[in-house]
């Protein structure tokens, strides 16, 4: 079947824009995480949902990043004025559950703000 | 485009050789770690997984060893081929079920 996608793969804007970024799990899978890779680095986790809801935001920068789910399905990362550290590779994840929780993750986006 | 692991560790094994990838954790509470293969431009790819309550597990070509005493990871790839050249990443699961990523190493495969 199909695998975790995101889009857009690449996306430049400029400091202080709006940008968000989606990702679709693959089908039935109720856990779903984001995650930021700089380069040279390991990914760091942002934000986990269980479904609809956020079980852990732990990760989020600062109030600039939102992340919301609310279907359970699909999900969309936000950020706002955005700032060049900002640029990273973001991944998201999704898992059939907490139990089964072998994370699949998707190509990620590559955000670059100029 | 950019590739991941341009500043990282990198082995280098002649092709038909054995690799060995070695990784520190954090937590001694971690009960669950992978590790994944990295490629540019793409996300990360599970490899293997063990559970705190084993100390080596097996998959095809691939090994992994855990050493709880000294917080302590390996990948073990036999016969490496071309297409293992990757960064690889241990991760370990905390209690919340997020993965802490630990620092990669880029693996170069001469042929």
């Known amino acids: 079947g199909a695998g975790v996608s995101q889009t857009p793969s690449n996306k430049v804007t400029e400091k202080g824009k709006y940008v968000e970024l989606r990702c679709d799990p693959i089908?039935?899978?109720?856990?779903l995480y984001w995650y930021r890779q700089s380069l040279g680095q390991g990914p760091e986790f942002l934000i986990y949902f269980q479904g609809t809801g956020a079980a852990d935001d732990s990760g989020l920068p600062n109030d600039r990043f939102f992340a919301v789910r609310p279907e359970g399905s699909v999900s969309t990362l936000k950020i706002q004025r955005t700032e060049r550290g900002d640029s990273a590779v973001y991944l998201c994840?999704?898992?059939?559950?907490?139990?089964?929780?072998?994370?699949?993750f998707g190509p990620g986006t590559r955000l670059t703000v100029l | 485009g950019e590739s991941v692991g341009l500043h990282l560790p990198t082995l280098s094994v002649q092709e038909g050789d054995n690799s060995i990838i070695n990784c520190a954790y954090s937590n001694s509470a971690s009960d669950y770690f992978i590790w994944y293969k990295q490629e540019s431009g793409k996300g990360p790819q599970f490899i293997i997984d063990?559970?705190?309550?084993?100390d080596k597990r097996q998959g095809q070509r691939v090994t992994v060893l855990l050493n709880k005493t000294v917080k302590h990871l390996s990948l073990q790839i036999a016969a490496t081929q071309p297409g293992d050249s990757a960064v690889y990443f241990c991760?370990?699961?905390?209690?919340?079920?997020?993965?802490?990523f630990g620092s990669g190493t880029r693996l170069l495969v001469r042929p």
């Open positions: 089908s039935g899978h109720t856990a």
């Open positions: 994840a999704s898992s059939k559950d907490r139990v089964n929780n072998e994370q699949f």
């Open positions: 991760a370990e699961m905390d209690s919340s079920y997020k993965l802490i």
């Open positions: 063990i559970r705190s309550n084993m």
